[in-house]
């Protein structure tokens, strides 16, 4: 790699990087014309956005081009680079962002305004690129933002699909998936980089040998080999100059096309090879029920990990670094269990490639790696049957043999004969099928190992890495997830960001934790509540609208808006809020003047293709939407929406409208949850339970101004050792009793028995997440927020001082802990 100079960044070019509006005009026109090569009578929506978005990307270039030259000149300092390696990342549409973290939001807007273009459909153009299926993706893309915001040199190393999360549709009340064809009209802010090609190996077999000094060596020789190629997307931070890249793997053939095959007239054989190599990166998620899609999940994993060590690698070396410092470059947090095959990798790399013994190289590893964790689930924790993964990785498996040895033996010097815990600390499950362990194998490669909220981490040492944490307890630590503020408020919200900058200035989107505090002592003011609740009612009313062109149901916006978006999941208990919507219905029913606070109870979130329960969930969520929303003894105080494909965009959308959080997971299984931190953010109360971070979050806004009940994680566990047997539940409790019966007879179902008898019959006999137990603390809780929400003097104040209070919920704090606590990194 040649060596890097500065005179390019010292000379811009203003016609492409200058800032005022008609420098920006001119911009956009030169792109419409160079770059869409579109004159400008033929210029569709899509070719202005184009034109816009490259505009805005060479602002953003400018910066990126700096930083790297400030980090190469800055290389002697040896800063170390935060590598950030995720299987998801839910970026959310790129312009809105872009305009607002580089501050040029009003220069453009001027300026297709000037040129005939409305603003708003130029920012509704864009395809969102849907890389990542929830909170999982999300918090890697915020922490990117916040990493660049921080000038913390930083990659995010992820897979380039083809196609993202799916698509929602709801067809007469069911779930419909269909493809997310995002690269349709192409992307203008990635830039592809075919010089950054990595080779991945697949299947065959090992030969062993000894080199001339007598040292082991071994060849991987491989049945397929697959080339990675890099794309890169600029993620700016807010108005520092600082940018993080985003660098993600598109799989390619060796050789995409083979002439003999072809001049022998198999024209089908002549692609093969291309064909079959991108298929690696074809689609997010592949459903694993089946063995090819397993098949295929694996490969994926080890395809990204390995062209993303092979790239740091060759950065490292391409300054003139002994490989034996990578450490000291390099930061790997692997976010969640997805990329732990990376350690693995990195052993191979080291130790067959570039020669290092076995010692030296694992402490290498060691000290790159750290593990995020973000299941209390166990069967969330990711394990590969090994006759699978000995054929797809023949190589890998037997260094993760030689890890499993090694530790093994450090296990059993310490706990001598102790059989039980050694099968349980093993890398190899075998118990019935074997297994690999992905979570035992990031535990011992790691020197680290988070939580992502305090309760989370005290599980985790308590439950499913109970083992790990007794052998390596200096190993774990706990921070707490966060959420960027420029898209969650400043995009997001702008009415809120206008009021709270009118009163505090504009400092406080970068320095959340320290200047937000600064609305408590407006709480109480009158006329602040009154402009507080005039944009809470605005962003209602545009909700309001919107829901009607997507769903066809007219709500209130004066109404409560009773709000749970999220990945649909049993523990997630979104059936428990139905639940509680048939109870106040059946009030209604038995008296219909009886006094009901007007509710919009609003649904978002995607089930899992093979969760049927998740989809029967959807099911009857706009079942019981369609027997309350036409029955006229209701009279408009209750109506149920389910809002389709919940994304980015259309959370951006509905998170400033809520006036209540539903975070109501069992407690003891959320790890953390982000959404209960930008809904707060925008000032909804929350009811919730003490789970994942609803503690913290209590804990800050005040547990004056917030809605708990509920059992707590050790009572949650209690009564499940105990023989919980929830029909016991069911008959004790009428109105429980009325509810699920209504369910079970077919009210909300057209008089069919059988449609929702599995969810039924799973809540009487089994009720693995305590919904019937939780059900009257529910209900309760649910009337305390009615009789608080009559109260709009005293709901203001409760809404403000819960945004006032956020601070510590900044994805820049949690950068900034996980800087001093595990990666030791230093911004530029």
């Known amino acids: 790699m040649a060596r890097a100079t500065k005179r390019s960044c010292n000379s811009h070019d203003t016609a492409r990087t200058g800032q005022s509006s008609a420098e920006m005009q001119q911009a956009i026109l030169n792109h419409l014309h160079y770059t869409q ?434 052998l390596f307890p200096e190993k774990f630590h706990n921070v707490t997830n966060g959420v960027t503020p420029r898209r969650w408020v400043a995009l997001s919200n702008p009415g809120l960001t206008e009021l709270i900058s009118s009163k505090l200035g504009d400092g406080w989107l970068s320095n959340l934790e320290t200047e937000l505090s600064g609305l408590q002592s407006l709480a109480t003011s009158p006329a602040f509540q009154r402009k507080w609740l005039e944009v809470k009612q605005a962003n209602k009313e545009a909700l309001a609208r919107i829901i009607r062109e997507r769903t066809g149901i007219d709500v209130d916006p004066a109404s409560l808006f009773d709000v749970q978006v999220k990945r649909i999941h049993e523990y997630k208990r979104q059936h428990l809020n139905v639940l509680h919507i048939i109870t106040l219905y059946n009030r209604i029913k038995h008296d219909p003047r009886a006094k009901i606070t007007p509710r919009t109870f609003i649904f978002g979130g995607k089930a899992a293709p093979g969760y049927y329960m998740a989809k029967l969930i959807i099911k009857l969520i706009n079942s019981v939407a369609e027997v309350v929303n036409n029955d006229t003894d209701v009279a408009g105080r209750l109506k149920v929406v389910f809002f389709p494909d919940f994304n980015v965009t259309n959370g951006q959308l509905i998170y400033p409208a809520a006036d209540l959080s539903e975070q109501i997971s069992v407690a003891g299984k959320e790890a953390s949850g982000t959404g209960n931190m930008k809904l707060s953010l925008n000032g909804a109360l929350t009811i919730g339970t003490l789970d994942g971070a609803n503690i913290e979050i209590r804990e800050e806004v005040g547990e004056e101004n917030f809605f708990l009940f509920g059992l707590n994680a050790a009572e949650a566990a209690d009564i499940k050792s105990c023989g919980y047997q929830p029909r016991s539940w069911y008959e004790e409790n009428p109105h429980l009793r009325e509810a699920i019966d209504q369910i079970a007879e077919g009210v909300y179902s057209n008089g069919d028995r059988d449609l929702f008898r599995p969810l039924v019959d799973n809540l009487l006999n089994h009720d693995a997440y305590l919904v019937l137990a939780d059900y009257q603390s529910y209900i309760e809780c649910q009337d305390r927020v009615s009789a608080a929400y009559q109260n709009r003097k005293k709901w203001a104040e409760m809404s403000i001082l819960n945004v006032a209070r956020m601070g510590k919920f900044s994805s820049d704090r949690a950068i900034r802990e996980y800087c001093e606590k595990i990666w030791k990194a230093q911004p530029v």
């Open 37 to 470: 090569a579109k004159p400008l009578p033929f210029a569709t929506r899509n070719d202005w956005y184009m034109a816009v978005a490259h505009t805005v990307r060479d602002q953003i270039v400018k910066n990126w081009l700096t930083s790297f030259y400030d980090l190469i000149s800055l290389s002697k300092e040896k800063l170390k680079v935060v590598s950030y390696m995720s299987s998801e990342f839910l970026l959310g549409p790129h312009l809105g962002n872009n305009l607002v973290n580089m501050d040029l939001e009003a220069p453009v807007r001027a300026a297709l305004e000037t040129l005939g273009q409305n603003p708003e459909d130029i920012l509704k153009q864009e395809v969102e690129p849907g890389l990542g299926n929830g909170g999982l993706g999300r918090l890697a893309a915020c922490y990117l933002e916040s990493l660049a915001t921080l000038r913390v040199p930083a990659v995010g190393y992820g897979i380039r699909y083809e196609f993202g999360i799916f698509d929602q549709e709801i067809r007469n009340g069911w779930q419909v998936e269909k493809a997310d064809n995002w690269l349709k009209f192409g992307n203008p802010w990635e830039v592809r980089r075919p010089d950054l090609a990595f080779e991945v190996k697949f299947g065959g077999h090992t030969e062993f040998d000894r080199d001339s000094a007598g040292r082991l060596s071994v060849r991987w020789i491989p049945d397929k080999v697959i080339m990675g190629v890099a794309y890169d997307t600029p993620v700016a931070g807010y108005r520092s100059g600082g940018v993080s890249v985003l660098r993600l793997w598109k799989s390619e053939a060796v050789a995409s096309f083979d002439f003999q095959a072809f001049n022998a007239g198999d024209y089908n054989r002549a692609v093969d090879e291309k064909v079959l190599s991108e298929t690696i990166t074809k689609v997010l998620y592949p459903n694993d029920e089946p063995e090819v899609g397993k098949l295929l999940r694996l490969c994926q994993q080890y395809f990204f990990v390995s062209c993303s060590l092979q790239d740091m690698i060759f950065f490292h070396l391409s300054y003139g670094r002994d490989i034996k410092d990578l450490s000291e470059t390099f930061a790997i947090q692997i976010n969640d269990t997805h990329p732990a095959i990376g350690i693995a990798e990195l052993m191979r790399l080291l130790v067959d490639e570039h020669t290092l013994e076995w010692d030296e190289a694992w402490g290498i590893t060691t000290t790159c790696f750290a593990y995020t964790n973000h299941t209390l689930l166990s069967e969330a924790l990711e394990k590969w049957p090994l006759p699978l993964f000995s054929s797809v990785l023949p190589r890998i498996i037997e260094i993760i043999y030689e890890i499993n040895r090694r530790f093994l033996d450090e296990v059993q010097i310490r706990f001598p004969d102790d059989h039980g815990r050694i099968a349980r600390l093993s890398l190899i499950d075998e118990t019935g099928d074997k297994y690999v362990r992905m979570a035992n194998l990031a535990c011992v490669g790691s020197h680290a190992i988070n939580g992502v909220a305090a309760l989370h981490t005290e599980l985790l040492k308590k439950t499913v890495l109970y083992d790990f944490h007794e």
